[in-house]
């Protein structure tokens, strides 16, 4: 999780040498990836402070790849937000994409 830390959830590291399947992925076929647990609201997940390499007036390309695994029925839907934070306002999520599917 180089770079990366969780917000206000559990996260963990699974990777081949670990043993461990969280039935989503086989760490040993895909390579390591993070688990992210007890996420009480949608903005809970992992996050990275990208603020000393972004620069104005810069177009920026991200992409993620992104499993969803558990007891969920229905519609799922993942969501990438912009965390903005500034000493002279509150904390601002800048909604960036959704991705629905039905499980």
Known sequence: MHSWHPNCCEAFVVTAESNVSHGVLDPSKCGSYVVVKNRKETWQGLEQ??????????????????????????????????????????????????YGLFL
Not at 56 to 67: D, I, N, R
Not at 75 to 80: P, T
């Open 49 to 98: 402070d990208i603020t000393n390499r972004v620069k104005p007036c810069s177009l920026y390309k991200v992409s993620a790849t992104v499993a969803v695994s558990g007891p969920v029925h229905g519609l799922v839907e993942v969501m990438a937000t912009l965390k903005l934070e500034s000493q002279q306002s509150q904390t601002n999520y800048q909604f960036i994409a959704k």
